[in-house]
């Protein structure tokens, strides 16, 4: 089989697997990079007519996430498709290639004064295709809104070889169905992005960041204070834990003129929240504190994504604490602290932990997603969650998208 | 294609009894308020009108509906403009109207819940005691409902900054074309599982009925400032926006008419705008020390830009003047033209001055006026195509000009439509912007949620007119004569 794909990509682009390139323990046969949109649908049209199973892979900073693959052939890396194919700035919008990088891809924004409003992990590695198949965000969210709400169009590889284009590249459009929502947090199940459109945001003039330490106690207030004031904060982190003091970190973005009486007014709010604001222009060294999350994990340790609605936090602090007094160790980051999005890593969890928590978060409509986990925890610790009454509707999306599932089997809900 | 005669009387049956007989419309003169939407140049006349109140009843009807191979459509307040609404020959329509219960107001949450028969201004009026408001705000807010903005993926002048439609759905509740009820999202982020809420907004009633809607609310921002600039030139006031934009500004809307749209504003609301070939209307909003600076910076701009003249409301009252002529635009054109053709084609707003001329060529080549009234900070045209029905192929040629310069938008790399949906108007015009593989994919999508294609056939995907379709001069729509547009 490698035969007929070297045909296509050329003999260099095709290569033998290493270690590198597990997948959640399993083992895949062949790596392939092919250059063109074109090549990506001509070497899954082969993969769908022989049935093997088809990883597509950005930057691999995500590949751990959802369940183990049911079984992978083909590693299909997209790193060659790393072009920023065109911005235009009037427009606000860009066409980027799935492959090129996060950074990369705000680099030449950052050029004429713009960027995409998204702060996913990893941005040095993480790829505009994984990023969107995960549809991970960061704290930015809070005022830019998901990676759904900021792309535009997508041009997908279907299973079969189909390359189709959806969406726009115009920041208003109602043609036809939004199927860059479809694809978007679809974990490489429904077909390959090869490359996305985007609108852009300019530049912020000035930016603030400020520094706040907590305790516990004063963790629920201080969201509270800074729901209050979500006019002057562009986002919002938040670190707390059963073994530190609470953090806080709030990026101010705004005019030159306006900024500092911004960062004043979120001074006053997280003071009279109880915050220690008295070390607030500290050199914010940690927004990168949801990477570490996964970085310096004791092989123990459980990540999980959890989404509330956005006022539950205080809520989901007390179930925390609560667990806390069971003697169970726990981290955590708020990223997009006011929408209800944040990242707990549970260190040496029973899976019961996880079945609890999960079943009193949904009492008030809040869900969890098991991202990392000591190896061999997987297949038990329901990664998902409940599918709810919308499984049989996606398996049949599934099933026209992908009939022969040879994209990322078993990896998705409910094992699609 | 749709079940005999016989299978349709005993549908009706079931129907009757599922709801009492008055909740099921069949003489011709209460079916004739269905025949059509705001898109009144097609008409057809369904089987019958059901009205159902509650998502149990919806259900029900669309089991039997399933049963018996019968399609239906469903509707809102019927003001779409493409058409969405069409009832389909043989088919029934299933009103949403009676599902008009805002179910909760959850504000720590910033969320709403809703049936989707409640009107969209309604949602604002019951938060903004608290301080909130529902961003997408299309011109026809205060009659078109939710479940309507969730199929055509409203949008409204202050979308540029706050998003469509599909920005501030959260959650859904439908009810597929088999009868069954799915949970789409919901009031957390990030529910496992494919976006389908997503994939739902925008989908013009072809993958089933929204029976229930979780909406986001925005809280209202500490000050809103809303200022006209005149200019000698479209192309200066559109050099106006793109600096604007280029500056990092951005508005919370930026709307542009011309002369043409102007006079009839003003014969209509005497909205006191100042006498100039183009208007610009911007609203700033935010941070009050933010807010003043931009609105002089914006100002400076418009001033280099040309602007000969600027004025900035001064109260409410006259930032509901400024905002009421532009409201008003489509139902004033009446005024000025006895029959016309809104189109809603979006444009890279680099592209505008360009499209602009070419519009004008083509309204010279033609003999017939084109006005434009459009949200420029998108992009999004709504050129005005005036004709006379009484002249001899005028309506003919007025049709073919409004398609060609759909074609125009989409060759500049903008799209069909903006936010009124493909619906039957322009489902002909689909290849013009999608490939058939493009088309295809879409189509899995629809088959995945209705394999049947019983909800809403014939809307969005290209396909030969249905024969009892009478194609048959455009009029206006009565909101507008009665002009509803106006109460903004
Ligand atoms: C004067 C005027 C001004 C307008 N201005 C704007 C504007 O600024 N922006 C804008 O976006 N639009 C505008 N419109 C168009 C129209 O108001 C919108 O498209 C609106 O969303 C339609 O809502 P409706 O309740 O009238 O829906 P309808 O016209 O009844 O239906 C529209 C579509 O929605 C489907 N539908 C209705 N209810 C449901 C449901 N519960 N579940 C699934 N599908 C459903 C129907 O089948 C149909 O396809 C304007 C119209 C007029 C007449």
């Known amino acids: 089989m490698q035969r007929e794909i070297a ?34 649908s001509r070497v899954l049209a082969i993969a769908h007519d022989r049935g093997w199973q ?25 790193c060659r498709l790393d072009r920023v194919q065109e911005h235009a700035p009037g427009d606000m919008t860009a066409t980027v290639e799935a492959g090129c990088t996060i950074a990369a891809l705000q680099e030449t924004l950052a050029q004429r004064g713009q960027r995409l409003a998204l702060d996913p992990l990893w941005p040095g590695r993480a790829t505009v295709g994984g990023v969107l198949a995960t ?37 208003k459009n109602v043609a036809g169905y939004d199927l860059p929502k479809l694809l978007t947090g679809s974990f490489g199940t429904l077909g390959v992005i090869t490359q996305a459109t985007f609108r852009l945001h300019p530049l912020p003039a000035a930016v603030r960041h400020l520094t706040f330490t907590l305790d516990a ?112 160790r726990w981290r955590l980051v708020f990223q997009a602290f006011g929408v209800g ?23 008030f409509g809040g869900s969890l997603v098991v991202l990392a986990c000591p190896a061999g925890m997987k297949p038990d610790a329901n990664v998902w969650g409940e599918p709810g009454d919308a499984l049989e509707l996606m398996r049949r999306i599934k099933q026209q998208f992908d009939p022969h599932s040879i994209l990322n089997p078993g990896r998705f809900l409910g094992g699609i | 294609m749709s079940g005999s005669r016989h299978t349709r009387t005993l549908l009706l049956a079931d129907i009757r009894t599922l709801l009492g007989e008055p909740s099921v419309l069949v003489r011709p003169e209460q079916l004739r308020t269905y025949e059509c939407d705001g898109l009144t140049n097609f008409r057809v006349v369904p089987t019958a009108v059901v009205l159902p109140t509650n998502a149990e009843q919806v259900q029900e009807i669309v089991r039997l509906c399933h049963r018996d191979g019968v399609p239906f459509v469903s509707r809102g307040s019927g003001t779409g403009l493409s058409g969405g609404a069409l009832p389909v020959e043989g088919g029934i329509v299933i009103s949403l109207a009676r599902l008009n219960r805002i179910l909760e107001v959850d504000i720590p949450n910033e969320r709403v819940v809703v049936e989707p028969g409640v009107i969209n201004l309604h949602v604002t009026q019951k938060v903004a005691p608290y301080g909130y408001f529902y961003a997408p705000d299309p011109s026809s807010q205060s009659v078109c409902t939710i479940g309507g903005n969730v199929a055509e993926n409203a949008g409204g002048a202050h979308c540029l900054k706050y998003g469509f439609t599909t920005t501030h759905v959260l959650g859904l509740e439908v009810v597929l074309s088999d009868g069954s009820l799915v949970t789409l999202g919901g009031k957390a982020p990030d529910t496992s599982g494919y976006d389908l809420c997503g994939v739902f907004v925008g989908s013009e009633g072809t993958l089933g009925i ?53 006079q009839a504003a003003e014969a209509a609301v005497h909205a006191g705008y100042p006498n100039c070939e183009c208007l610009l209307l911007v609203e700033l909003d935010g941070v009050a020390i933010e807010v003043e600076v931009l609105v002089a910076q914006v100002k400076e701009i418009c001033s280099a830009c040309g602007a000969f003249e600027t004025r900035l409301a001064r109260s409410d009252a006259e930032r509901a003047a400024m905002w009421k002529g532009r409201k008003a635009a489509f139902a004033a054109m009446g005024r000025v033209s006895p029959n016309y053709i809104v189109q809603d084609g979006v444009i890279p707003r680099t592209a505008l001055s360009a499209v602009l001329r070419e519009i004008e060529r083509m309204s010279r080549d033609t003999g017939l006026r084109v006005a434009n009234v459009f949200h ?20 003919h040629r007025a049709e073919h000009l409004a398609a060609e310069i759909l074609k125009l938008c989409v060759r500049t790399g903008g799209s069909l439509t903006g936010e009124h949906g493909i619906g039957v108007e322009k489902r002909d015009f689909m290849p013009e912007m999608f490939a058939e593989p493009d088309l295809a994919t879409m189509q899995r999508v629809r088959i995945a949620f209705d394999p049947q294609s019983l909800s809403n056939p014939g809307k969005v995907f290209p396909r030969p007119r249905l024969c009892a379709e009478r194609p048959g001069p455009y009029e206006p729509h009565p909101l507008e004569t009665a002009g509803v547009a106006e109460l903004f």
Not at chain 1, 54 to 78: C, E, F, M
């Open chain 1, 7 to 40: 045909h296509i990509v050329g003999t260099d682009f095709i290569r033998h697997v290493s270690d590198a390139d597990v997948i959640d323990g399993v083992l895949p046969k062949f790596v392939v990079e092919p250059g063109t949109p074109s090549d990506v």
């Open chain 1, 54 to 78: 088809v990883v597509p892979r950005g930057g691999g900073t995500k590949l751990g996430w959802g369940n183990s693959p049911r079984a992978a052939d083909v590693v299909l890396s997209l």
């Open chain 1, 135 to 171: 549809a991970d965000s960061g704290p930015l969210r809070w005022s830019f809104g998901p990676p759904r709400d900021l792309v535009l169009g997508v041009t997908v590889a279907l299973a079969d070889g189909t390359l189709a284009r959806s969406g726009g590249k115009v920041v």
């Open chain 1, 217 to 328: 106690a004063s963790v629920g207030a201080f969201i509270a204070a800074m729901r209050e004031c979500s006019l002057a904060t562009a986002a919002v982190q938040i670190r707390a834990g059963t073994e530190m003091n609470a953090l806080a970190y709030v990026r101010v973005e705004g005019l030159p003129e306006a900024i500092e009486a911004k960062a004043e007014q979120v001074m006053q709010r997280a003071n009279a929240a109880g915050a220690d604001v008295s070390a607030a222009h500290a050199p914010a060294e940690d927004w990168s504190a949801r990477e570490r999350l996964f970085e310096d994990l004791e092989p123990t340790s459980l990540v999980c994504k959890i989404g509330i609605p956005p006022a539950e936090s205080q809520h989901l602090l007390s179930l925390l604490e609560r667990e806390a007094s069971q003697d169970v």
């Open chain 1, 341 to 363: 999005v944040l990242r707990l890593e549970l260190r040496e969890p029973e899976r019961s932990v996880v079945d609890r928590l999960r079943s009193r978060l949904a009492e």
């Open chain 2, 210 to 262: 929204a029976t229930k809607v979780t909406l986001r609310i925005v809280r209202r921002p500490e000050v809103v400032q809303t200022m006209v600039a005149a200019f000698h030139s479209t192309d200066a006031a559109g050099e106006a926006v793109s600096r604007i934009i280029a500056a990092g500004i951005v508005p919370a809307a930026a709307e542009m008419m011309d002369r043409l749209s102007l």
């Open chain 2, 376 to 395: 420029a900070g998108d992009g999004n045209l709504h050129p005005l195509v005036l004709y006379d029905r009484r002249i001899e192929g005028q309506e």
